[in-house]
């Protein structure tokens, strides 16, 4: 262990510097993995019904008071249509095409219906706008921000 040591701090200067670098979140700044509004979205509870080829959420009673509530939330873009410039696309907790990053929950995506084309964007973006609760999906969608904008 006393062999490792000294190497442990400039790996760590080192791992630290690059992630500021690449634009991640500052030492001591939380970014949007740590909003706890996508942690509350994993109180619901789901289940697949193969025969019917659905799946089928229970919301918590927390959950379920935040229907057609105005909520505002950052993740990353997941364009659903095969174009750069939609209305509609999915909001991801995490950045899906991440090697490294673990897979989103299915309760960590929200379909977007947003007012008015938006271009897609990789980094992180903040979307407003009606929340709604879905109880049955097919595609396995829970939620949905209806009247939505990129802020």
Known sequence: ????T?????VLFVALTAMTWAGAAPIGQLDHEDDLQWVGFNDAKVVADAQR???????????AKM???ALSISGYMLPIEA???SAHFIITRRLTGCQFCPPNEPTEAIEVFANSPVDYRQTIVTVAG???L???SSQGLFYRLEGAKVE
């Open 83 to 85: 174009t750069t410039h």
């Open 130 to 132: 009606r929340l709604k």
């Open 6 to 10: 000294p190497l442990i701090l400039p």
């Open 53 to 63: 080829g659905v799946y089928t959420a229970t919301f918590s009673t927390t959950l």
């Open 1 to 4: 262990m006393r062999i490792l």
């Open 134 to 136: 879905v109880r049955e």
């Open 67 to 69: 229907n057609n509530v």
